[in-house]
């Protein structure tokens, strides 16, 4: 199947700092990219769609400005989350599918813990 | 999109048959089911998808009835390592891809 690779896979900061996230398809050209963000014994909760070109959208709830959204390339988006705070420390996981695929591929996630 | 609704956990031992059945009444006509394994601090990873009737493949089976308004996912002869948390989703069929919402998922816990 094809590989979804998120870097870093763990990064912590300290409060008020901005923290950048990587997601890269490595043998594929994605468009179309999804982060979600997971909190401890929670499901994965979506909170952007990221187009390649374009602005991302966000999903209800979601603070654009905080969540900072770039997919400057067919295989890279970024996550950048600002002025980060406790409350921001989860799981960030990104996913991507293949043009004429049905199947989503997730990246490895990241593990972000603000000090 | 189609809410799904599974059990929140589930028990079994070592060497049973696990079956996780899925609801998803509002099932659309052109939406996929598809199943997703997920470890502790891992992104989730693609078991098995199927439209309709039986899908098999080397780790799983998913039958889905008729109706479509449910499906489920059979583990073979389960050992710990199955111990994760298994997701149901249902999402259009694009021509690429969707987008995915889960749910709370089922957390399967396989005993010695």
């Known amino acids: 199947g094809a590989v979804v690779s998120q870097h870093p896979s763990r990064v912590i900061c300290k409060s008020g700092t901005s923290v950048k996230i990587e997601c890269r398809s490595l043998?594929?050209?994605?468009?179309?990219m999804f982060w979600y963000r997971q909190f401890p014994k929670q499901s994965l909760m979506l909170m952007a769609t990221?187009?390649?070109?374009?602005?991302?959208?966000?999903e209800q709830g979601v603070e654009k400005d905080k969540f900072l959204i770039n997919h400057a390339s067919l295989t890279l988006s970024t996550l950048t989350v600002t002025s980060a705070h406790p409350e921001d420390s989860s799981f960030y996981i990104c996913?991507?599918?293949?043009?004429?695929?049905?199947?989503?591929?997730f990246g490895q996630g990241t593990r972000l813990t603000v000090v | 999109l189609a809410k799904t609704t599974q059990p929140i956990s589930m028990d079994s031992y070592e060497g049973q048959e696990v079956n996780i059945t899925c609801s998803h009444n509002?099932?659309?006509?052109?939406?996929?089911i598809t199943w997703y394994q997920q470890f502790p601090s891992q992104g989730p990873r693609f078991i098995i998808q199927?439209?309709?009737t039986k899908v098999t493949n080397e780790v799983a089976s998913l039958f889905i009835p008729a109706d479509r308004k449910s499906s489920t996912l059979s583990l073979p002869r389960v050992s710990l390592s199955d111990t994760a948390v298994y997701y149901c989703?249902?999402?259009?069929?694009?021509?690429?891809?969707?987008?995915?919402?889960f749910g709370a998922g089922t957390r399967l816990a396989v005993h010695p």
């Open positions: 199927g439209y309709k």
């Open positions: 989703l249902v999402g259009a069929l694009s021509g690429g891809y969707n987008k995915l919402i």
């Open positions: 509002n099932i659309a006509t052109n939406d996929y």
């Open positions: 996913s991507a599918g293949q043009g004429g695929g049905t199947e989503a591929f």
């Open positions: 043998d594929f050209q994605a468009t179309t």
């Open positions: 990221s187009n390649e070109g374009s602005k991302a959208t966000y």
